[in-house]
């Protein structure tokens, strides 16, 4: 079992920067984020896993960064030039699995292991 506890969110305007952090509570092979929006379905954000690869939905690429720190087993997300339809509670989330089965573009993520959420509220 891995705990995962997330941290950063909070609300910003239209255009502002946020980095959301995830501790977990052991290594773990795949970590990532995704989203959730009232009344929306889970969407994946990005996905990455211990040897550096990186999975991110289009939607973000050019915006939001993951990264990670393997010796402190913390994810980070760091967010820039946010929009209102960025808003949702954003996860942290883990699986032993790699993020190509986990994380599959344009498919609701899979993974074993989620956080509580943080909340991102972007104003216009």
């Known amino acids: 079992q891995v705990q995962l506890q997330e941290s950063g969110g909070g609300s910003v305007e239209s255009g502002g920067s946020l980095t959301l952090s995830c501790q977990a509570s052991?290594?773990?092979?795949?970590m990532g984020w995704f989203r959730q929006a009232p009344g929306k379905e889970r969407e994946g954000v990005a996905c990455m896993e211990d040897d550096g690869r990186i999975i991110s939905e289009n939607s973000v690429l050019n915006r939001f960064t993951i990264s990670r720190d393997n010796a402190r087993n913390t994810l980070y997300l760091q967010m820039n030039n946010l929009k209102p339809e960025d808003t949702a509670m954003y996860y942290c989330a883990a699986d032993r699995r790699p993020c190509t089965v986990v994380a599959a573009r344009y498919l609701p993520p899979q993974y074993n292991y989620w956080g509580q959420g943080t909340q991102v509220t972007v104003s216009s």
């Open positions: 052991g290594h773990i092979y795949s």
